[in-house]
């Protein structure tokens, strides 16, 4: 009896010391790989006006897959016509990777006329959390007076998933918590 514990002991132990570089080399492995910033799939076009051509948005992305800002071209042209960064938050920026789905890639960069001026305004995403369904974002609004996008700080520190609504002129957020809506 004594002999057999020794060894049962004795295998315990080796199994534990291979242990750390078991689980090291899968957590390596298991690690997602951060997108690549060339990816097509970071490259938006739309107009920000009915009639208007397509500018092309490309959401610029570091080494390790964080959404640094948005690059703005206007139709046909490669030449930078506009540059916004991220809003800075750095706990929240979120670090895109491999794994993310389409649907996920597509809600980098969205665009909706927020405050209802006929123009469409960018909200550019600096934390999404998938299990709450919850997305804050960097939102750029359309100043058609200096023909720029120019950072709006109150709606972007209220805006928790903001939905407009044109008929009313009014926006709503919603803000899912695992207690359910709020």
């Given amino acids: 009896m004594f002999k057999k514990t020794i060894i049962a002991f004795g295998l315990l132990?080796?199994?534990v010391s291979f242990f750390p570089s078991i689980h090291s080399r899968a957590t390596a492995q298991d690690k997602a790989k951060p997108l690549d910033p060339n990816d097509p799939r970071t490259t938006f076009s739309f107009p920000i006006h009915p009639g208007w051509k397509p500018f092309r948005f490309k959401v610029e992305l570091d080494k390790t897959g964080t959404v640094t800002g948005v690059s703005i071209f206007r139709a046909g042209e490669s030449t930078l016509f506009q540059t916004l960064p991220t809003c800075g938050t750095e706990i929240l920026n979120e670090q895109v990777t491999e794994d993310w789905l389409e649907h996920d890639i597509s809600k980098l960069l969205t665009h909706a006329?927020?405050?209802?001026?006929?123009f469409e305004d960018l909200e550019l995403l600096e934390y999404d959390n998938g299990h709450l369904d919850k997305r804050l974002y960097c939102i750029y609004l359309w100043d058609n007076k200096i023909g720029r996008f120019r950072y709006s700080p109150e709606l972007t520190e209220e805006a928790v998933d903001p939905v407009p609504h044109?008929?009313?002129k009014t926006i709503?957020?919603?803000?899912?918590?695992?207690?359910?809506t709020f």
């Fill in 13 to 15: 132990g080796l199994l």
């Fill in 113 to 118: 006329d927020l405050n209802f001026d006929g």
């Fill in 172 to 180: 709503t957020m919603r803000n899912d918590w695992q207690g359910g």
């Fill in 166 to 168: 044109p008929e009313s």
